[in-house]
């Protein structure tokens, strides 16, 4: 039986799902911080217990059928992030917001550089260093992400 506290974590996950297919200006693409993933680092290292690889899978693979990118991409990558981030979790744990954000600027650096890597080999994209922005907008990001998580947390007392 789901639980009170994984429907929390889903409704914020659909939140972030939801933020991450909103349509921008076509001048604002480039900069759209990755949304889902922040939200699933947050949650990973809140309460690594609730959210786990197979939940980034899952993720990822609706992230995929809902942007039309190919099947698996942000699955995989997804998971590779979270297994980074929950496997570390209390080491990251202790470190100031800003030392986080500089961490979650590498993650989305890796997230990005093995997207790039799949699409490549899948859709024989070449690189363009324009896809390195959403990493800049998601460090600035976390900070917000964090702050209101945690207040979101905190609130409905999620363990």
């Not at 604002?28 to 980034?56: C, K, Q």
């Not at 080999?121 to 959403?134: G, K, M, R």
């Amino acid at each position: 039986m789901i639980n009170r506290y994984s429907l929390l974590i889903a409704l914020s996950i659909f939140f972030a799902l939801i933020m991450a297919l909103m349509p921008l200006p076509f001048s604002f693409e480039p900069f759209r911080p990755d949304w889902v993933l922040l939200v699933l680092m947050y949650w990973s290292l809140a309460v690594p217990h609730r959210l786990n690889i197979g939940t980034a899978w899952i993720v990822g693979l609706l992230i995929d059928l809902a942007s039309g990118s190919p099947l698996g991409v942000n699955s995989l990558t997804f998971s590779v992030c979270i297994f980074i981030t929950a496997s570390n979790f209390q080491k990251i744990r202790n470190f100031s917001l800003w030392q986080q954000s500089l961490l979650v600027g590498l993650f989305l650096t890796l997230y990005h550089l093995m997207q790039f890597w799949l699409n490549h080999f899948l859709l024989d994209v070449y690189f363009n260093p324009q896809y390195l922005w959403p990493v800049a907008t998601g460090m600035v990001s976390w900070f917000w992400v964090f702050l209101l998580l945690r207040k979101y947390r905190r609130h409905f007392r999620i363990r």
